[in-house]
């Protein structure tokens, strides 16, 4: 996996950059079912498990986004 060098040398270069991980897990019935990478979850500062619907939305792109020719816009069906 390159994610962990990745991880290991911006914690070794810049010990004061805040590393964080967002890994959501499927839960079933509360609980959750998987189990997230230890090698990556060791080199962060903090992680969380879930993304909240509202995080999750404030996220995307707008449906269409200006370049310098015609605007790239988003598939109806995303």
């Known amino acids: 996996m390159l994610t962990e060098p ?3 040398l911006i914690k070794a ?3 004061m950059v805040k590393v964080g991980i967002v890994l959501p897990m499927k839960e ?3 609980v959750n079912i998987n189990r997230p990478n230890q090698r ?3 080199h962060a500062d903090w992680v969380r498990h ?3 619907d509202d995080e999750l939305s404030a ?3 707008p449906p269409n986004v200006q370049t310098k020719k015609k ?8």
């Open 40 to 42: 990556l979850v060791k």
């Open 6 to 8: 990745a991880l290991k």
């Open 28 to 30: 079933d019935k509360g």
């Open 71 to 78: 605007p790239a816009s988003k598939p109806n069906h995303w």
């Open 50 to 52: 879930y993304i909240k």
């Open 59 to 61: 996220s995307q792109l």
């Open 13 to 15: 270069d810049m010990p």
